[in-house]
C-alpha cells in the first residue's frame, strides 16, 4: 500500500500513467490483488503492475530463501567396556610346533569383549603383531562390530606358521590368524553361522551315540547327510591334481586323484 499511496501523490501531476511495478509476496492471494487493484482505482491512478514472487520460472531478482532442514540425529558408537571383575577362557593351540594361548574376556552374558594372544617362543615381531591383533579385535568387539563379521574376513588367511594342529574342530590352520578366529567362530557362533564360514565341529562321542539309532535288524542307521562330504572352506588344495580335498579324519583326501595330505 505504501507503493500506491506514493504514486498516488503524483499522479496528479503527470498527464500519463505511471510505469511501477508494485511487487507482492509470493504468499498474496487472491484477495489480496484486488484489494491492490481497488485501492489503486480510489487512488486515482491511470495504471498499476501487480508482480507476485514466484509466479514466473524466472525473474530478474531472486532474495535467498532459508530452507529448514530437518535435524538428523548423529550417531556415535559407543564403546562397551568389560568389568575389572570378568570370567574369561584361556586355550592353548599348536600349529606345527608353534605353541601359543588365547585369552577371551566375557561380558555378562557370555559373549566375547576381549582377546589376549600369547605365542611361546618366538621372537618380538611375532608377539607384537599378535599383541597388536589381539587390541583391534578387542576394540572392535566393544564397540560393536559383529564377531561374525571378523571371522568371516579373517578366516581362511594363509601364511606362515601353518600346519597341523592338535585341535580336531581346527585339524589344519592355515594361519596363525586363521587358527585364532575359527577358534572364536567355534566357540561363539551359532551353528548356522558356522555352517556358512566353512567351520565344522567335530560331534563328540555321546552326541555320536545319543543321534544313532537301532533298526529292527539289530544294526545302526546312519544319517544319509552325514554320508556325503559337505564342503569345507578351510580344506587344501591337492598338491598333485589342484582340487579341493575333504577331510579324512584328523587329515585331508583328494576325492579325484586319492592323494593324502600325509595319512595313508
Same mark, same amino acid.
Given at each position: 500500500m505504501g507503493h500506491l499511496r506514493m504514486m498516488g501523490a503524483v499522479q496528479p501531476f503527470i498527464s500519463g500513467a505511471i510505469s511501477k511495478t508494485i511487487n507482492?509476496? @509470493?504468499?498474496? %492471494? !487472491?484477495?489480496?490483488i484486488m484489494d491492490a487493484y481497488m485501492a489503486a482505482w480510489r487512488l486515482g491512478l491511470k495504471a498499476v503492475a501487480i508482480y507476485r514472487d514466484g509466479c514466473k520460472r524466472t525473474q530478474p531478482l531472486n532474495t535467498s530463501r532459508t530452507t529448514s532442514k530437518a535435524s538428523v540425529a548423529e550417531f556415535r558408537? !559407543? #564403546? #562397551?567396556?568389560?568389568? @575389572?571383575d570378568c570370567q574369561s577362557i584361556r586355550h592353548k593351540f599348536d600349529i606345527a610346533g608353534h605353541?601359543?594361548?588365547?585369552?577371551?574376556?566375557?561380558?555378562?552374558?557370555?559373549?566375547?569383549?576381549?582377546?589376549?594372544?600369547?605365542?611361546?617362543?618366538?621372537?618380538?615381531?611375532?608377539?607384537?603383531?599378535?599383541? %597388536?591383533i589381539g587390541i583391534l579385535t578387542s576394540m572392535a568387539l566393544q564397540y560393536g562390530v559383529p564377531l561374525e563379521v571378523l571371522v568371516d574376513k579373517f578366516s581362511h588367511v594363509r601364511f606362515e606358521p601353518s600346519g597341523f594342529t592338535k585341535n580336531p574342530d581346527i585339524p589344519f590352520a592355515k594361519s596363525l590368524i586363521d587358527y585364532i578366529f575359527r577358534f572364536l567362530g567355534s566357540r561363539f557362533l551359532s551353528p548356522e553361522q558356522r555352517s556358512q564360514?566353512?567351520? !565344522?565341529? %567335530? =560331534?563328540?562321542?555321546?552326541? $555320536?551315540?545319543?543321534?544313532?539309532?537301532?533298526?529292527?535288524?539289530?544294526? $545302526?542307521?546312519? @544319517? !544319509? $547327510?552325514?554320508?556325503?562330504?559337505? =564342503?569345507?572352506?578351510?580344506? =587344501?588344495?591337492?598338491?598333485?591334481?589342484?582340487?579341493?580335498?575333504? #577331510?579324512?579324519?584328523?587329515c585331508y583326501k583328494c576325492l579325484n586323484c586319492g592323494a593324502t595330505s600325509g595319512c595313508s
Open positions: 507482492m509476496p @509470493n504468499s498474496a %492471494t !487472491v484477495e489480496d558408537p !559407543v #564403546r #562397551r567396556k568389560l568389568p @575389572n605353541e601359543g594361548y588365547i585369552h577371551v574376556g566375557l561380558y555378562e552374558d557370555g559373549t566375547p569383549g576381549e582377546i589376549f594372544i600369547k605365542i611361546a617362543k618366538e621372537g618380538s615381531t611375532v608377539s607384537g603383531l599378535m599383541d %597388536t564360514m566353512g567351520i !565344522v565341529i %567335530t =560331534p563328540s562321542e555321546g552326541a $555320536a551315540a545319543e543321534g544313532g539309532q537301532l533298526a529292527a535288524g539289530g544294526g $545302526a542307521t546312519t @544319517n !544319509v $547327510a552325514t554320508l556325503g562330504f559337505s =564342503p569345507q572352506a578351510d580344506a =587344501p588344495s591337492c598338491h598333485d591334481c589342484g582340487a579341493i580335498m575333504v #577331510r579324512n579324519g584328523s
